[in-house]
């Protein structure tokens, strides 16, 4: 029987005999450890692990679970076992902005985002993204209504239920989520900002770094809380500018940083390589 591969990620106070008592508990039963990343944060007291493994046996008659469970209940863990093979049904929801969208559809094409898209959603309509490849793809053309934009949200949120969308993208989504919808995503939807927080928050970012006369840029995927622009970090980078680059070269090296750190912080999301450690988070990179 061929070996199925799963990850198991968890945290929980820091305390002597967490790695050995999950490491043991997998050699029980056959498992074999293929990676393992640990960090006990000193300023929380907390301790993150994330835990790749083969299993030749199939595990679904719950004994591994239920011996987790016991680990978990005894260190006071928060814990999640996946099998690898399952891929997230993840919502991509855009705007005017197009170029985050098409970057993740290209990758998801050639095989390097292991996702199913349970949707596109947008608030202009289809034909503003006809030179995108969208087809097979369901997309929904939700507009904002000045004043109503309670009903639009309430759409968005039913969609999200009626898909099973498991991860909310925001690929340039120039739209803020109301306090109950982003509660009811905490945890699964992240946003990518156009610079590099904290610092040039608002409208025209790449406008406020010229004018300082800045020598670099960025941008920051981030998962998205109540308050904007805020979330935890998942990932951030930068490009060095120079007095030459004017708004126009900004914006035009902006969005070369904005689709790659959107696409390394989703595909550290499809690989549940982040937990949340406050208002921070854990990434363990590969």
């Not at 393992?36 to 301790?47: L, M, N, V």
């Not at 399952?86 to 996702?115: A, K, Q």
């Not at 904290?198 to 308050?227: D, M, S, W």
């Not at 904005?258 to 912080?265: H, I, P």
Request: proline share 4%; net charge neutral; hydrophobic share 40%.
């Amino acid at each position: 029987m061929s070996a199925s591969r799963y990850v198991l990620t968890l945290s929980c106070p820091d305390r002597i005999g967490i790695v050995s008592a999950i490491s043991g508990r997998l050699f029980m039963h056959g498992a074999n450890i293929i990676e393992s990343q640990q960090f006990g944060d000193p300023e929380t007291g907390r301790f993150f692990m994330r835990t790749v493994f083969d299993h030749s046996r199939a595990i679904d008659d719950g004994r591994l679970q239920q011996d987790l469970g016991m680990v978990a209940d005894h260190f006071g863990m928060d814990w999640k076992l996946r099998d690898l093979a399952e891929r997230r049904r993840v919502m991509l929801l855009v705007s005017r902005f197009d170029h985050c969208l098409s970057d993740l559809l290209y990758r998801w094409r050639i095989g390097e985002l292991p996702m199913d898209i349970a949707a596109v959603v947008a608030n202009h309509p289809r034909e503003s993204y006809r030179h995108l490849d969208l087809d097979g793809l369901p997309f929904h053309y939700l507009p904002v209504v000045r004043d109503d934009k309670a009903q639009q949200e309430a759409a968005l949120s039913s969609l999200i239920e009626s898909t099973g969308t498991e991860l909310v993208v925001l690929a340039r989504y120039m739209q803020v989520l109301s306090p109950a919808l982003v509660a009811k995503l905490a945890g699964r939807c992240i946003n990518i900002h156009h610079s590099f927080l904290p610092g040039f928050k608002g409208a025209r970012p790449y406008h406020q770094a010229h004018a300082r006369g800045v020598k670099l840029i960025g941008a920051t995927a981030h998962f998205v809380t109540e308050h904007l622009d805020e979330g935890p970090i998942i990932e951030q980078d930068t490009q060095r500018v120079s007095h030459h680059h004017t708004p126009t070269d900004l914006i035009r090296i902006g969005r070369d940083v904005e689709r790659r750190v959107l696409a390394q912080a989703l595909r550290y999301c499809l690989d549940d390589r982040i937990l949340l450690n406050g208002d921070k988070t854990v990434v363990f990179a590969l």
